[in-house]
Each structure stands twice: as C-alpha cells, then as structure tokens.
C-alpha cells in the first residue's frame, strides 16, 4: 500500500466549477500536511499547510481528518490558471507525496 | 531574497559513468531534502539533512547513491556508475527546520543517462 494515495484523476471542470480532492494515508505518526501544486515540467509549489481545524486561503478549502487519515482539498470558482497536478503530501520529516491529481479548467 | 538553487539545471551522462548534483539551499534554512522525480513518476523522497547529519538514508535508492552536506549549507547527491534507470529530475528542498516547515524546492536537475 502506498503511503499517501490519490486519484489520478484528471478531473476536467468548467470554468466556475467547485472541484474536490481526497486524499489518505497510511503513517498516523504523520504531522504536517500539505497541498503542493506542481505545474508541468516545473517544480512542485506549496498550496497551503493543513490544519487540524480546518483551513481556507481564498478560493481553496483544505480539511484534515486526523482519526480516518484523509485530507481533502475544495477548489471554489475554478480558473483556467488552476490547472495543474495537485499534490497530497505530509511529513514525519522529508515529505511523502502522492502522486498527484491533474486537473484540466477549461473555458 | 534568493531561492533554493541548484546546479546544474540538465546534465547528460553515459551509462557508467559517476555524477554530482549541488542544492544551495535558503540562507538560514538548517534542514535540506533531496527528492526525485521520474517521467510520469511521483515525486520520490531520497534523504534529509538537518544540519550536516542525515538520520535515515533508508530511501536511497541504492548504495550507489550517497549525499552529504558541509557547513550546515549546500549538499552534494553523488551517484555512482549511473545507470538508465537513474534518468530523473533530481530535486532539493530546504526548510528552517526538519520536519514541521514549509519546504521550498529548487528547480531541480535534469539527469539523462545515455
């Protein structure tokens, strides 16, 4: 079993569409959670920390439940510069990443 | 102020031959992570530095491989008699510390192993 696990997806949504992401994973001495974003051929980026109570940064929502080990991401009012691979990632010390969802916005 | 650096930004290898790979992480930044990212491939976790020590090198991939960091600053992945398979994009991080803060990742390394 894989550490952290995502779908792949792709997921491709309109434009304005609200998009959500799930992602599990498997060392419950895990942390800190992230979501990175990594566009093609370029290095991954931080998206935003997760926080046990929850977070939300704009359009982006992000939940970690700590007793199920899943963490989602909510993207609201898609944008085509939204489209990317979205990275579930979390960290007892380097980070353990998923593999990623693509996502396609298109107009 | 400057990001993660790393050089170079491709390198082209026979097969056989040994390579090295710099990371010039953040001013400041004590913990340094070496990653790798093969076509098509998550991103791979290989070793971490907080300061010079590197507790776990449990996820190199081979004893071919090996790192180091001097002056608590820039680190060198060494790999030894390349093979195809080590074709990857090579990628550090670093972060103020170990563990709990965001890593920032350079632009990483192209290897190409003919």
């Known amino acids: 079993r894989k550490e952290v696990e995502q779908d792949p997806g792709p997921f491709n949504v309109p434009e304005g569409a609200t998009v959500a992401f799930n992602c599990t994973y498997s060392?419950?001495?895990?942390?800190?959670f992230f979501w990175y974003r990594q566009d093609c051929r370029k290095e991954p980026k931080l998206l935003m920390s997760?926080?046990?109570s929850g977070n939300e940064d704009g359009r982006f929502t992000a939940q970690l439940n700590r007793a199920s080990q899943y963490i989602s991401l909510l993207i609201r009012d898609s944008k085509l510069s939204d489209s990317a691979t979205y990275l579930c990632?979390?960290?007892?010390?380097?980070?353990?990443f998923g593999t990623g969802t693509r996502l396609q916005v298109f107009p | 102020g400057a990001g993660v650096s790393q050089s170079p930004s491709n390198k082209v290898t026979e097969k056989g031959k040994d390579v090295e790979l710099r990371c010039d992480p953040i001013?400041?930044?004590?913990?340094l992570y070496w990653y790798r990212q093969s076509l098509g491939q998550g991103l791979e976790f290989l070793i971490y530095f907080q300061g010079n020590s590197a507790p776990d090198k449990s996820g190199l991939p081979s004893d071919r491989f090996s790192a180091e960091r001097t002056g608590g600053s820039v680190s060198t992945l060494t790999i030894q008699r390349t093979q195809q398979e080590d074709s990857a994009v090579y990628l550090c991080a670093s972060s103020l510390l170990a563990g709990v803060d965001t890593q920032y990742f350079g632009p990483g390394t192209r290897l190409t192993v003919l």
């Open positions: 990632v979390v960290s007892p010390y380097g980070l353990i």
């Open positions: 060392n419950s001495a895990s942390q800190s």
């Open positions: 997760v926080y046990s």
């Open positions: 001013s400041g930044h004590t913990a």
